[in-house]
């Protein structure tokens, strides 16, 4: 019975991403824009009533809720993805805290000591130069190079191979 619901699942979620892109595109607007304006050069036509307000408040209203759902679906879809991304990140760089992966999980007053931590560590940093003290190319070629010769020595260790990909 899990794969209905997994299908369902699957079928929504590509539903909920094709509808958010196409109502973010140009011709989305420009629809929306004709039937407003479509609407309101009918309102001599029916007089300017209730029946005709009521109209357009209950198909605004009707698209805005519905809409909520799929663009909510999306972002939960685009926020899982960026954080699994950043968790990659984070696990893979030797010299980054671990601790950090899976960071949106903790409650407003870890998330607030944390705050605390790295505005203390960015005013280090602004005692040092700020924004315009950069890192040396040197710097970035040790740091590729120590990357380099853990991956190399973990393959090693594993009994693998490390092919060096060539450029295209």
Known sequence: MDFPRHSLMHLFDRFAGAATRQAGSPAAFALALFVVLAWA?????????????????????????????????????????????????????????????????LDEDELRQLVRFYRHLAELADREGGVKCSHSIDEANEIHADKSRALHERLQREGGTHRKHEPA
């Open 41 to 105: 050069i009918s309102g001599p036509l029916f007089g300017y009533s209730e029946t005709w307000q009521l109209v357009i408040n209950t198909g605004t209203t009707i698209v805005t809720f519905l809409m909520v759902f799929l663009i909510q679906q999306s972002q939960n879809k685009d926020s899982t993805a960026v954080h699994l991304k950043l968790n990659e990140l984070i696990a893979s760089h030797k010299q980054a805290s671990n601790h950090l992966i899976s960071i949106e999980d």
